[in-house]
């Protein structure tokens, strides 16, 4: 399946300690280097993201309307971890009270809610993926301990 849509223009990237959500944990270096990724975003990462993430989609194009309306896509963080070598993010996401908050009115299921939720992660992972392999020409400069077991 895939979703024939156009890409949105990226998230703008904020300055938020990324050790606030769940999901992650970051030790060592607080550089983001939010600047840096928030650029390469706009050079042309997100639009490639996108399109890869879009081709094999499984969400229709009205699940992608809820997300547009929602503004969801404004709430990506992704940020730099020195210490693993990686991009990092956090994705947005339809929160578990949506029905009690009436969201939107085609939200209808938690099918739809949850479908939704897992396409915006693949879309955060494939994002962070293309920035790592395709954009990002710096290396990490964690420098493990002396003291580390050599487990060769």
Known sequence: MSLD??????????????????????VGDTDYRRTELEQLLREGAWEDAFEEWAASSDLEESEWQIVLDLG???EYDFFWD?????????AP?????WKHRDLHPELDSWGTV??????????????CEVLKTEYIDWEAEYDAPDDLPDFE
């Open 72 to 74: 969801l896509i404004r």
């Open 93 to 97: 996401g339809i929160p578990e009270d």
């Open 82 to 90: 020195d210490f693993a070598d990686r991009v990092g993010y956090h």
């Open 114 to 127: 949850s479908g939704i939720n897992a396409g915006l992660t693949e879309l955060g992972q494939i994002v």
């Open 5 to 26: 849509v156009e890409p949105p223009d990226p998230p703008e990237l904020e300055e938020i300690d990324p050790n606030q959500y769940e999901d992650a944990e970051i």
